[in-house]
Each structure stands twice: as structure tokens, then as C-alpha cells.
């Protein structure tokens, strides 16, 4: 065989073994960023919201899936590449930028189980999403207050809120709110529940019920959520804001920015810093990467 020849034979072999090795590589830095603790990302998927959560077990919950187009490039960033299936999705209300990039999950992903409010949207979006839940034989799941989801490794995710039938409420109104705690740590998850409902919230549980060592600002900021009261009962430490880059609504409004800011919460942006990733050891919480 000439060496022209042997180059040509080889240079396949050789670039097959480059991308498994790179493969291989990119695997084990997955690994290293997700072998401690609990993970909570707020994914940059513009002006939506899209929350992944990961317990020390491994079990794993998508809380809303922003608007089309933008979830699987999120996703990239805080899931293996090997791996295809996600335990739980989680639907705080049935607006488009919080449902849009389900059915992108669904083409991607085997899920285990779809939790929603009962709130309902007539949006081919939502028709369609409901029909693949159904099609694919997906638990479709109505989130009540009571309901402990257990992710496993001592993480919990409790639900608050609907307390009641909301089929016909506003779909911010009636916003699933839920708790996420794995030891000291404790996310405040509030969809885009409204004051309304969080006076609701707030006349059912005890403060330190609602406490929370990071709060997920209501509706990507906009003054319509996240009261006074609602702060200084929660406490949070961090706030966490999902809002797209030079939005139209102006979110988050300033009103919403003086709040936090005058509790002392530390605020992280998705406009400003994209994607958030929190993990925590349960005792102590810190954000690693923000891209």
C-alpha cells in the first residue's frame, strides 16, 4: 500500500476516533457539573420562562418550556447529550411562552409524566400539546395543593397552589406555584401567579412555610406580581428573572426591581446574564456558570 494510499484508508479511522473521543470529553464535563447535589437552571429562552431542575438522584423536571424554538438549544446546555428522557414536565399555565417548546421537548424526549393547573387556552398551541400528551400516552396530571412530588436524593417539590378548580380563572391567576426543597435550600416556583394569588398564598401558610432561600420572580417581573408582602414573607436571598432582551412589555418593570432591591435579594437576569444555574449541597447554594 503507498502512503497516499494508507493516508486515504486511514483518515476516516482517524476522524471517527476524534469525535468519539470529543464525545467522550464533552460526557465527562457533563459529569463533573452535575455530580453534587441538587441543579436549578432558569434557561435564556427569551421572553418566557423555562426552569430544569435535577435531584442528587438524578431524577429530572422541566417547569414550563418557553416559546417554540428555544427549549432544545437550553436544554444543550444542562443535559447530558446522551441522555433522551426527562421525568416530569411541569405546565404553570397554558400561555405560549411558557408551552411553546413542549411539543419540541416531546419530539426529542421520552417523558415520564405532564402536570398542569386545569387553567385552559383556545391556541392551536395548547390544542395540539394536549393531544400530544394523550397520543403518547403521557400520566396527564392535575397539580393540586397537597401534592409532594419526591425527586429522589432528599428533593421535594411541593405544591401550593391551586387550591381549587381553576378551569375557568385567568391563566395567570391561575398559576401552579409550587416549593422546591433539598436540605436548607428552597426555591419559591411562581409561574406567573398574580398579587391575587399570591394573597391567596400568603392567608394559607405559615411564613415559614413560604420562606425560601431563592424566589422565581413572578410573571419575568412585570409589577402585576411579586407584592411587598409576598417578599418580606418568602425572604429569598436570590431572585431569578426569566425575561427576554429588549421585550416589549418592559419586563421586569422597575416597580418589581425596588421590591426585591429594598429586602436586599440579590436579582440574576436572563436579559443580562443568560442561562442561571444554581446548585446546591443542600446547605450551601451557589451559581457556577451563567452563559
Same mark, same amino acid.
Given at each position: 500500500?503507498?502512503?497516499?494510499?494508507?493516508?486515504?484508508?486511514?483518515?476516516?479511522?482517524?476522524?471517527?476516533?476524534?469525535?468519539?473521543?470529543?464525545?467522550?470529553?464533552?460526557?465527562?464535563?457533563?459529569?463533573?457539573?452535575?455530580?453534587?447535589?441538587?441543579?436549578?437552571?432558569?434557561?435564556?429562552?427569551?421572553?418566557?420562562?423555562?426552569?430544569?431542575?435535577?435531584?442528587?438522584?438524578?431524577?429530572?423536571?422541566?417547569?414550563?418550556?418557553?416559546?417554540?424554538?428555544?427549549?432544545?438549544?437550553?436544554?444543550?446546555?444542562?443535559?447530558?447529550?446522551?441522555?433522551?428522557?426527562?421525568?416530569?414536565?411541569?405546565?404553570?399555565?397554558?400561555?405560549?411562552?411558557?408551552?411553546?417548546?413542549?411539543?419540541?421537548?416531546?419530539?426529542?424526549?421520552?417523558?415520564?409524566?405532564?402536570?398542569?393547573?386545569?387553567?385552559?387556552?383556545?391556541?392551536?398551541?395548547?390544542? @395540539?400539546? !394536549? #393531544?400530544?400528551?394523550?397520543?403518547? /400516552?403521557?400520566? *396527564?396530571? =392535575?397539580?393540586?395543593? %397537597?401534592?409532594?412530588?419526591?425527586?429522589?436524593?432528599?428533593?421535594?417539590?411541593?405544591?401550593?397552589?391551586?387550591?381549587?378548580?381553576?378551569?375557568?380563572?385567568?391563566?395567570?391567576?391561575?398559576?401552579?406555584?409550587?416549593?422546591?426543597?433539598?436540605?436548607?435550600?428552597?426555591?419559591?416556583?411562581?409561574?406567573?401567579?398574580?398579587?391575587?394569588?399570591?394573597?391567596?398564598?400568603?392567608?394559607?401558610?405559615?411564613?415559614?412555610?413560604?420562606?425560601?432561600?431563592?424566589?422565581?420572580?413572578?410573571?419575568?417581573?412585570?409589577?402585576?406580581?411579586?407584592?411587598?408582602?409576598?417578599?418580606?414573607?418568602?425572604?429569598?436571598?436570590?431572585?431569578?428573572?426569566?425575561?427576554?432582551? @429588549?421585550? !416589549? #412589555?418592559?419586563?421586569?418593570?422597575? /416597580?418589581?426591581? *425596588?421590591? =426585591?432591591?429594598?429586602? %436586599?435579594?440579590?436579582?440574576?437576569?436572563?436579559?443580562?446574564?443568560?442561562?442561571?444555574?444554581?446548585?446546591?449541597?443542600?446547605?450551601?447554594?451557589?451559581?457556577?456558570?451563567?452563559?
Amino acid at each position: 500500500m503507498t502512503d497516499a494510499k494508507r493516508k486515504i484508508y486511514f483518515l476516516p479511522i482517524f476522524i471517527l476516533v476524534l469525535l468519539v473521543a470529543d464525545s467522550y470529553l464533552l460526557y465527562l464535563d457533563w459529569r463533573g457539573f452535575h455530580n453534587q447535589g441538587l441543579t436549578f437552571a432558569m434557561l435564556d429562552i427569551g421572553q418566557g420562562d423555562a426552569l430544569f431542575i435535577e435531584s442528587p438522584s438524578g431524577t429530572q423536571v422541566l417547569v414550563d418550556a418557553g416559546p417554540p424554538r428555544k427549549i432544545l438549544g437550553g436544554l444543550k446546555r444542562v443535559m447530558s447529550p446522551f441522555d433522551k428522557s426527562i421525568d416530569a414536565l411541569i405546565m404553570t399555565n397554558p400561555d405560549q411562552d411558557h408551552i411553546g417548546g413542549f411539543s419540541d421537548v416531546l419530539e426529542v424526549y421520552q417523558v415520564g409524566s405532564f402536570f398542569e393547573p386545569g387553567t385552559i387556552n383556545d391556541s392551536k398551541t395548547f390544542q @395540539n400539546l !394536549k #393531544y400530544e400528551i394523550k397520543n403518547k /400516552e403521557i400520566p *396527564d396530571i =392535575l397539580a393540586k395543593r %397537597g401534592m409532594r412530588l419526591n425527586l429522589g436524593g432528599g428533593a421535594v417539590i411541593d405544591i401550593l397552589f391551586p387550591d381549587r378548580d381553576v378551569f375557568d380563572w385567568a391563566s395567570n391567576d391561575g398559576s401552579i406555584v409550587a416549593k422546591l426543597t433539598y436540605g436548607d435550600t428552597s426555591v419559591m416556583l411562581t409561574g406567573d401567579a398574580t398579587v391575587n394569588t399570591e394573597k391567596i398564598i400568603l392567608g394559607e401558610y405559615s411564613p415559614e412555610a413560604l420562606q425560601s432561600t431563592i424566589l422565581k420572580v413572578g410573571h419575568h417581573g412585570s409589577h402585576t406580581s411579586t407584592s411587598e408582602e409576598f417578599v418580606k414573607v418568602v425572604t429569598p436571598e436570590y431572585a431569578l428573572i426569566s425575561n427576554g432582551r @429588549n421585550n !416589549k #412589555y418592559g419586563h421586569p418593570h422597575q /416597580e418589581t426591581l *425596588d421590591t =426585591l432591591g429594598s429586602f %436586599g435579594t440579590q436579582i440574576f437576569r436572563t436579559d443580562i446574564l443568560g442561562t442561571i444555574i444554581m446548585q446546591s449541597d443542600g446547605k450551601n447554594v451557589s451559581f457556577p456558570s451563567q452563559k
